[in-house]
Each structure stands twice: as structure tokens, then as C-alpha cells.
């Protein structure tokens, strides 16, 4: 059977030249879902926000028929098609009462430090790396996973997750505030860097002992991690991440 495909926009990059931004015509040995099918091309379902077959919206497990015209689109940022498309519940888009949550893989480390330095829920830690563990994450906290393993997003439980274009992780803080259209829901140094939990300030005279003096000195103003106790305040490091914060909002502003 022979169907017909068409990817738009950025889902092009994860094609071989040849077949980007073209109609793509494909030869199936076996009938098989359009999940199945769009994946076999290198694209993870998770990038995918409608697919069209004949001009119809379906959903993943839809079968292919012989002659059918597929058509396949990434996000949409300017405007909501949950009315339109069947691919899944919750856009990726759709922000919950605690915001929107990650869960990250162990290759980017450095992006759940700055994820987390800015605010945001993140599911990370160095031994976290078998693929079915982070997938079940993803799945069961309702958590958007961030990795650069094509494979893992192609797990079927995986229903909101995202490819990282970039290497270099400010390169990809970026990618992701702009994703996500996260600018404007940051909270510097709200989170526990160590164990994700949200710090809670502390009067200073609780935490003198367990300072340095030269802080007890500068500093009036402390922030606790209920969980593993660890002590925050506003020092050098703060004041690095306020700066890139800044210079951040200005390379994202339109």
C-alpha cells in the first residue's frame, strides 16, 4: 500500500534533506498506525500537535489505508487547536495551577540547574538515566520530559516531551524559555538546587551557627529547604543568575 506525507515547519529537522518540505510518498509492506509511521521517520510523536489524514484530525493509533494523504504539524504557538486536534487531553501548552513541570535527562544537568535557579519544578538527578524510569516520570507527574534522546520520546508513555535543537546549555535555557513561554513565570532562586523543593525563609538568627561569619556580616535575609536543610541567601551566586536572567530577557524581548 502507498500513502502520502507531508511534515511542516521545524518537524523538517529531524528529515533527511531530501524529504523536507516536500510530499513524501512511502511504500507500506504492512497496514500500521500513523504513529508508528511518523516515528519510522525520525520524528518523536511528542513533537507533534495535529495530524491531518484527508483533512480529518485522528489520533495516533489511527491505521493507514492505501492512498491516504498524511498530513503532520508541530506546535502551534500563536493559537489554540484543542477544539481540532485528538492527539492528546492536555496541550503542551496548557499550564496547570503549579505551572508547567519537567522531568530532565541525565545529559542535561546544566539545564535543570538553570531550570530550577529560575523557579521551575524539575525532576533531575545524575543517577536518574534508564529511559523507562524518566518516561515513567513524564507519565505518572504529568511532566513535560526534556531530553536530546530521539528514542526515549518515542516511548509510547511518553505524552509531553521535547527535543532539544541545542548543545550548549545557555543555547538551551533559551530554547526552553522560549518554547515554553516561560520569561514571565520565573522565580529566582524560589527552588532548592539540590532537591527541587521550594525554600522557605528562615530569621537569621536560627541559621548564625551554621553561616560563615563574613555572611552573617553581609546578609540579613536567609531562605530555607524544608527538606534537606540547606541554607540560601541572596550572595554572588544570586546576583550571577539576576544577571543572566536579564540579558536573557533581552534576547528573548520581540
Known amino acids: ?12 529537522q529531524f528529515l533527511p534533506s531530501a524529504q523536507q518540505k516536500t510530499l513524501i510518498e512511502l511504500d507500506l509492506k504492512q497496514r500500521s498506525t500513523v504513529k508508528d509511521v511518523i516515528e519510522s521517520m525520525g520524528v518523536p510523536h511528542t513533537e ?24 503532520v504539524f508541530p506546535m502551534f504557538e ?3 487547536i484543542s477544539s481540532v486536534t485528538k492527539l492528546r487531553e492536555a496541550p503542551l501548552r496548557q499550564r496547570t495551577d503549579h505551572g508547567l513541570r519537567f522531568v530532565v535527562d541525565v545529559n542535561l544537568g546544566k539545564l535543570a540547574h538553570f531550570l530550577r535557579m529560575l523557579g521551575f519544578d524539575v525532576v533531575y538527578h545524575p543517577d536518574l538515566y534508564e529511559d523507562a524510569v524518566l518516561a515513567a516520570i513524564s ?25 532539544l535543537r541545542n548543545r550548549h546549555p545557555t543555547q538551551q535555557i533559551l530554547e526552553v524559555l522560549r518554547r515554553f513561554d516561560l520569561l514571565h513565570s520565573t522565580d ?22 551554621r553561616i560563615p561569619a563574613r555572611v552573617a556580616e553581609s546578609y540579613d535575609e ?33
Open 48 to 71: 507533534v500537535d495535529l495530524i491531518l489524514i484527508n483533512g480529518e484530525s485522528v489520533e495516533f493509533d489511527q491505521l493507514l489505508e492505501d492512498q491516504d494523504r498524511v498530513s
Open 78 to 80: 500563536s493559537f489554540d
Open 222 to 254: 536567609f531562605f530555607i529547604c524544608p527538606d534537606c536543610q540547606k541554607i540560601y541567601w541572596q550572595g554572588t551566586h544570586f546576583q550571577d543568575m539576576k544577571k543572566k536572567l536579564e540579558q536573557w530577557q533581552k534576547e528573548l524581548s520581540p
Open 139 to 163: 507519565e505518572q507527574e504529568h511532566r513535560i520530559l526534556l531530553t536530546r534522546d530521539l528514542g526515549l520520546l518515542k516511548r509510547k508513555n511518553v505524552h509531553h516531551g521535547y527535543y
Open 1 to 12: 500500500m502507498k500513502v502520502f506525507l507531508r511534515f511542516y515547519e521545524e518537524l523538517n
Open 188 to 209: 529566582l532562586c524560589a527552588r532548592c538546587l539540590e532537591c527541587n523543593t521550594p525554600v522557605v525563609e528562615i530569621a537569621k538568627d536560627r541559621v548564625i551557627d
